[in-house]
């Protein structure tokens, strides 16, 4: 069973983008402490496998980011699964998880299943849209929405996602004290090795996407940024 709690640095892959061979092996041997697959639209079940199985060729840990049933493939370490807790859809915060305990209980491993507390905080993302998340207005009622997580819900992740943005760090701080016992990713909008850096002085987990398609060179180097930071208490 992998443990997330001891990763610092996280690269997420999307399975509707190109990635070629020579970038992934620099991804995957980077030092990076896993790879989660995962993205809001164009996930298919045949592109998914596609990605898992070129990434399986490294002994990085791979974990799958469910975001459609349809793309649910066996064969990852993990899979993690979004709760979105400011959904302004309903449907988006239960519904999709009573669907696939129908179509797949039978076959979950319950061990290899981790829930995510998700916060969307940039209300112009793509998942924001397709949740109707709602806005958060402030740092206080960020801070609600990670206990609400942690405390009521009991969830054991919550995360922070910007999602194409670079994120407010004070917003980020009052998650990570509601946040209390459960372990607090954040992703969104990293381009540089000192904005990951700067997530990684108060976030347990930093989680790099979008700029591995734009420049990835900038993110190789947020894996040194992030390992090389202690996080703040």
């Not at 990852?76 to 797949?104: C, E, Q, R, T």
């Not at 801070?143 to 609400?148: E, T």
């Not at 990570?176 to 607090?184: D, M, S």
């Amino acid at each position: 069973m992998i443990d997330y709690r001891g990763w610092r640095h996280t690269f997420k892959l999307d399975p509707d983008k190109t990635i070629g061979d020579e970038a992934l092996e620099a991804l995957c041997e980077s030092g990076t402490d896993a790879i989660i697959v995962g993205g809001t639209y164009g996930v298919t079940y045949d592109n998914t496998l596609e990605l898992m199985a070129r990434v399986r060729r490294y002994a990085v840990p791979a974990v799958l980011e469910i975001s459609s049933l349809d793309a649910v493939v066996p064969g990852f370490d993990a899979y993690f699964i979004p709760l979105v807790l400011n959904a302004g859809d309903p449907d988006w915060i239960f519904a999709p998880h009573v669907s696939g305990l129908k179509a797949y209980g039978s076959y979950i491993h319950w061990e290899e299943i981790f829930t995510e507390g998700y916060l969307i905080a940039n209300p112009e993302a793509s998942v924001a849209q397709l949740t109707k998340a709602r806005p958060i207005a402030d740092s206080d009622e960020a801070k609600a929405y990670a206990q609400v997580a942690a405390n009521i819900c009991r969830l054991p992740i919550v995360y922070v996602e910007y999602s194409g943005t670079y994120g407010d760090p004070e917003l980020v701080r009052a998650c990570r004290a509601g946040a209390e016992g459960a372990h607090l990713f954040y992703g969104g909008g990293i381009r540089t090795p000192q904005q990951a850096a700067e997530m990684a002085a108060i976030a347990d987990t930093v989680v790099v996407g979008n700029v591995i398609y734009d420049d990835l060179q900038a993110a190789l180097a947020t894996v040194a940024a992030v390992k090389g930071v202690q996080k703040q208490r």
